[in-house]
C-alpha cells in the first residue's frame, strides 16, 4: 500500500470566497442594477470604512497597489531630481514607481531579521535631494516605524508607508500600519490579506489638503469637470472590487488571527522537529501585530533552491519573495550598485521562501509542510 500524502497550494481562494458567495453575487447583481460602475456609494463607502479600520482621517480608492504609490509621490511633486529613500528588497513596483516619475531610488539595506529597511542606516542616505522615506512593512510586520519617523521629523522628510503586504498589521505602539507615516499605500491585489476580485488599491491619510489633492489625482486631476489644475491619470477603482471588498473585510481580522494562529502552529512544529539549526523562522518585533500576508523562513547555506525543488515535487506550495533584490535588476543597472552593494538583502534573496499560510490551511497539511522540509533539510 502506498501512503498518498496531502498536497497543500500556496493559497487557497476558492475556500475563503465560499462562505461569502451568496452575499457578493446578491451584492453584484445590486451594482449592476444601479449600473454605476465606477467610483459611487459603493467606492465611498469602502473608503470611509476602511480609513477608519486603518485609524487614517482620510482614504482613497486607487487601481491598484501600484498606483497608490504612484499617487501618493506625485501628490508631493516627486519627479526628476529628486531622491526617494527605500529597500531593495521588496516587490518590484516599490522601487519602479520612484523611476517612473523620474526620481531616484537610494537603497538602505535591510535588517537581516525582519527583511524591513534598517532604520539605523537611513540618516546616512539622506542628501538635500531626498523628498521622501519609503518603508515597506514586508510580509505583513511594520518596519520600525518610531526610528523612522524620529529621522524623517527631524529632518523634514516625509514618509510614504508601502503597506500593500501589511492591512491591519500594528507598530509597537499599537498604531496600523498606513496611519504611521504621511501617506499609506495598500494593495488589493488578490494574494493580499485583503484582496479583490481583480487589481485595486487603496491610499491614506490624515493631512486633509493630501487626501484631497489624492482623490482628484486618480481621476485626471479634474476638479471642477473639464478643469485640471494639476496632472493626474486614471487610477481609479471600480465599484465591484469595492463591494466585494466591504464584504470581505468584515471578515479580514478573523482571517489575519487564522494566519496567525497558523505561524504559531508552525512554529511548534518545528520546534517539535528539532530544526532550529536548520531553518530560521520570522522574527517578531516585541509588541508588534504581525499579520503575516507571508510566513518567509530562512535556510542558510546553498539549500534554498533545493527546497522550493523539493517542494514542488511534493506539491506544497511555495514562493521565493524576491530572488533578485531591486538594485540588481537590469532596469536598475544604470545606478551602479553591484552585487555586494546591499549585503543583507542579496543574502535575504538567496536564502528566503515562503510557504503555505493561509487562513484554511488544515491541521494536517501543517504537518505535512514540515514533514516535507524536515526530511529534505536532514537528508
Ligand atoms: C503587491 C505589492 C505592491 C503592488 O501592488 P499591486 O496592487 O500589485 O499593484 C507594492 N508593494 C508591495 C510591497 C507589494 O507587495
Redesign the pocket.
Known amino acids: 500500500m502506498t501512503a498518498t500524502r496531502v498536497t497543500v497550494p500556496m493559497l487557497d481562494l476558492a475556500a475563503q470566497y465560499a462562505p461569502l458567495m451568496d452575499e457578493i453575487r446578491a451584492k453584484v447583481n445590486e451594482v449592476f442594477e444601479t449600473t454605476r460602475f465606477i467610483g459611487g456609494p459603493e467606492v465611498i463607502g469602502l473608503e470611509t470604512e476602511l480609513a477608519a479600520y486603518v485609524g487614517a482621517a482620510h482614504g482613497v480608492g486607487v487601481s491598484?497597489?501600484?498606483?497608490?504609490?504612484l499617487v501618493a509621490m506625485m501628490a508631493l511633486d516627486i519627479g526628476v531630481g529628486d531622491e526617494v529613500i527605500t529597500t531593495p528588497y521588496?516587490?518590484?513596483?516599490?522601487a519602479g514607481c520612484i523611476a517612473r516619475l523620474g526620481a531616484t531610488c537610494r537603497f538602505v539595506d535591510i535588517d537581516p531579521q525582519t527583511y524591513n529597511i534598517d532604520a539605523a542606516r537611513i540618516e546616512a542616505a539622506i542628501t538635500e535631494r531626498t523628498k521622501a522615506i519609503l518603508p515597506?512593512?514586508?510580509f505583513g510586520q511594520c518596519a520600525e516605524m518610531d526610528a523612522i519617523n524620529e529621522v524623517a521629523g527631524r529632518r523634514g522628510i516625509p514618509v510614504i508607508e508601502?503597506a500593500?503586504?501589511a492591512i491591519g498589521a500594528r507598530d509597537a505602539n499599537g498604531r496600523m500600519a498606513g496611519s504611521l507615516g504621511l501617506i499609506g499605500?495598500f494593495?488589493?491585489?488578490p494574494?493580499?490579506n485583503l484582496g479583490a476580485p481583480g487589481?485595486?488599491?487603496f491610499i491614506t491619510t490624515s493631512d486633509a489638503d493630501l487626501g484631497h489633492r489624492m482623490a482628484i489625482m486618480r481621476n485626471h486631476g479634474m476638479e471642477p469637470a473639464y478643469h485640471h489644475e494639476f496632472l493626474g491619470g486614471n487610477f481609479r477603482l471600480d465599484a465591484i472590487h469595492a463591494a466585494v471588498l466591504r464584504i470581505k473585510l468584515r471578515h479580514l481580522d478573523t482571517w489575519a488571527e487564522a494566519r496567525r494562529s497558523n505561524a504559531a502552529d508552525y512554529r511548534r512544529l518545528f520546534a517539535a522537529k528539532g530544526l532550529g539549526d536548520l531553518v530560521e523562522l520570522p522574527f517578531e518585533r516585541p509588541d508588534v501585530h504581525h499579520i503575516y500576508?507571508q510566513f518567509v523562513i530562512r535556510v542558510p547555506g546553498e539549500k534554498r533552491d533545493g527546497l522550493r525543488d523539493h517542494l514542488r515535487a511534493q506539491q506544497i506550495g511555495c514562493d521565493v519573495y524576491y530572488p533578485k533584490p531591486a538594485h540588481l535588476q537590469p532596469c536598475f543597472a544604470h545606478l551602479g550598485q553591484g552585487a555586494g552593494a546591499f549585503p543583507e538583502s542579496e543574502r535575504a534573496s538567496r536564502e528566503t521562501i515562503a510557504i503555505p499560510i493561509f487562513g484554511e490551511l488544515a491541521a494536517e497539511q501543517k504537518e505535512t509542510v514540515v514533514d516535507v522540509i524536515a526530511d529534505f533539510l536532514r537528508a
Do not use: I, R
Not at 64 to 69: E, P, R, W
Not at 90 to 94: I, K, L, N, S
Open positions: 491598484s497597489g501600484t498606483d497608490a504609490l521588496t516587490f518590484f513596483a516599490t515597506v512593512h514586508l508601502d500593500a503586504q499605500c494593495s488589493f491585489y494574494s493580499k487589481d485595486g488599491g500576508n
